[in-house]
């Protein structure tokens, strides 16, 4: 990248070409070439929207302001992970990364549709010739062995994302 002040110039700008409101848009920036002491890439969440609404059946309140069809939201880097990120490159003799990756994590529209990590819409459909109660979709099953992110903070070298953050489905 040759940038030392990549992680605070950098923007990642998104539409909403849906004719629905978006309340949840998520990504992970990794750097997959950084690792942390658990052998994680080193990843910073880049979030739209309230957490609730990784719950499928969560529904916007007054004070919900969604992405509207058709506006452009940019995403940039929390000031508390840009210090991170410095305290974290300092302290590991860590060089700026060569490499990064954006991977989608959800979306959701509010009105219990969205998609999921895998790119998978929900709510999912079940196969009617399953004798099973359900069945997940190839995709979801295939998503579900990613590690979350772990990403640069001030007061620790390493912090993971609760598993209450992260797009789980129970049928």
């Given at each position: 990248?040759?940038?030392?002040e990549?992680?605070?110039?950098?923007e990642?700008?998104?539409?909403?070409?849906s004719?629905?409101?978006i309340?949840?848009?998520?990504f992970?920036l990794?750097?997959?070439?950084?690792?942390?002491?658990?052998?994680?890439?080193?990843a910073?969440?880049?979030?739209?929207?309230?957490?609730?609404?990784?719950?499928?059946?969560?529904?916007?309140?007054e004070?919900?302001?969604?992405?509207?069809?058709?506006?452009t939201?940019?995403?940039?880097?929390e000031?508390?992970?840009?210090?991170?990120?410095?305290?974290?490159?300092?302290?590991?003799?860590?060089?700026?990364?060569?490499?990064i990756?954006?991977?989608?994590?959800?979306?959701s529209?509010?009105?219990?549709?969205?998609?999921?990590?895998?790119?998978?819409?929900?709510?999912y459909k079940?196969?009617?010739?399953?004798?099973?109660?359900?069945?997940?979709?190839?995709?979801?099953?295939a998503?579900?062995?990613?590690?979350?992110?772990?990403?640069?903070s001030?007061?620790?070298s390493?912090?993971?994302?609760?598993?209450v953050?992260?797009?789980?489905?129970?049928?």
């Amino acid at each position: 990248m040759g940038n030392a002040e990549w992680l605070r110039d950098f923007e990642l700008q998104v539409t909403n070409l849906s004719d629905k409101p978006i309340y949840l848009v998520e990504f992970w920036l990794t750097l997959p070439d950084t690792k942390t002491e658990n052998d994680n890439p080193l990843a910073f969440i880049l979030r739209f929207g309230r957490i609730d609404f990784f719950r499928f059946n969560t529904r916007p309140n007054e004070t919900d302001v969604p992405l509207k069809p058709g506006e452009t939201y940019a995403f940039s880097i929390e000031e508390t992970f840009q210090q991170g990120w410095a305290e974290f490159k300092h302290r590991k003799n860590v060089p700026d990364p060569g490499r990064i990756s954006i991977d989608f994590v959800h979306l959701s529209f509010g009105d219990g549709s969205g998609f999921d990590g895998g790119g998978v819409p929900y709510p999912y459909k079940r196969d009617k010739a399953s004798n099973s109660p359900c069945r997940v979709p190839k995709e979801v099953g295939a998503n579900t062995k990613r590690r979350p992110p772990s990403w640069p903070s001030p007061k620790a070298s390493l912090r993971v994302i609760p598993a209450v953050l992260l797009p789980v489905s129970f049928f």
